[in-house]
């Protein structure tokens, strides 16, 4: 197990099902005390608190050019896609993207990245997948399983069928990854 880095992680993201996948993400890469989630109120969440709260703390990440500090965006699709979403986000930021910024896109939304990691697989992006992971898999799984997922080792033939079905979940994958390599200031 590789040791977690000394980046101290901000999480900006829509909701609770969000943030139940992603702080134990950058809790294993980052250790557990260097992740900070944006509080929201229940009902102030969404896409609407992400792109309001945005331009606030990417201005916290670029003005310490000189410390380990990142942020990871998270807002989901919806109807405007992977791209849609990227297009409004580098908008709201002026296109001012610092590499320590990171932006995943679950498209349509969480469950569906959530039910490709629980090994189901026969999914697009279109669709909405809320209603059947909360019924049919959220029950049944573990959370920690997902995670673990998230971190399994993915052949080239994986790797690529991933890239094909879900694009976002593949585009978000690497921008962790991203992340996690500009750990140091």
Request: glycine residues 6%.
């Amino acid at each position: 197990m590789s040791v977690p880095s000394k980046l101290r992680c901000q999480l900006l993201c829509e909701d609770l099902a969000q943030e139940k996948l992603f702080r134990p993400i950058l809790e294993r890469l980052f250790d557990r005390r260097r992740v900070y989630v944006e509080p929201r109120l229940p009902e102030k969440g969404g896409a609407t608190f992400v792109l309001a709260q945005l331009p606030r703390l990417a201005k916290y990440v670029r003005q310490r050019r000189k410390e380990a500090v990142g942020l990871l965006i998270v807002i989901d699709g919806d109807e405007l896609g992977l791209q849609g979403r990227l297009q409004e986000i580098e908008e709201r930021l002026g296109g001012d993207l610092d590499d320590r910024i990171a932006i995943c896109v679950p498209t349509r939304n969480v469950e569906t990245w959530k039910l490709w990691l629980s090994g189901i697989q026969n999914l697009d992006e279109l669709a909405d997948y809320k209603n059947t992971f909360r019924n049919q898999v959220e029950p049944t799984i573990r959370p920690s399983q997902i995670v673990d997922a998230w971190f399994t080792y993915l052949s080239e033939a994986q790797r690529r069928e991933e890239e094909n079905r879900l694009p976002a979940l593949a585009h978000g994958r690497k921008e962790i990854d991203r992340l996690k390599s500009k750990a140091a200031p």
